[in-house]
Nanobody, 122 residues
Framework: QVQLVESGGGLVQAGGSLRLACAAS????????MGWFRQSPGKEREFVGC????????YYTGSVKGRFTISRDNAKNSMYLQMNSLRPEDTAVYYC???????????????WGQGTQVTVSS
């Protein structure tokens, strides 16, 4: 079992920045690819990006590429999402998740946090 807890959400103006954190506990954090997903009201939960177990590889969905950066610190059992140049359409609940695979598919992620709200005002 892996327990995940997100933090760092909040309200920010368009063009601003936020940094989300995901703290993991339980089984060895380094076993897992870690991902960020987000869900807006009335929409399905969508993939944002993911990072390999050693931090050596990242992948992002097109709409956030160049604006968002995922990193991890395995010594601290933590992952981060740095979000810059935020847009109103980035408003969503952001979730971190863990999988033993390398995947962009929601269904491949076995463990999820409770989510943190990010609201971007125009």
């Amino acid at each position: 079992q892996v327990q995940l807890v997100e933090s760092g959400g909040g309200l920010v103006q368009a063009g601003g920045s936020l940094r989300l954190a995901c703290a993991a506990s339980g089984r060895a954090f380094t076993y897992y690819t870690m991902g960020w997903f987000r869900q807006s009201p009335g929409k399905e939960r969508e993939f944002v990006g993911c990072i390999a177990w050693n931090g050596g590889t990242t992948y992002y969905t097109g709409s956030v590429k160049g604006r968002f950066t995922i990193s991890r610190d395995n010594a601290k059992n933590s992952m981060y999402l740095q979000m810059n140049s935020l847009r109103p359409e980035d408003t969503a609940v952001y979730y971190c998740a863990a999988t033993r695979d390398w995947s962009t598919e929601r269904g491949d992620y076995n463990y999820w946090g409770q989510g943190t709200q990010v609201t971007v005002s125009s």
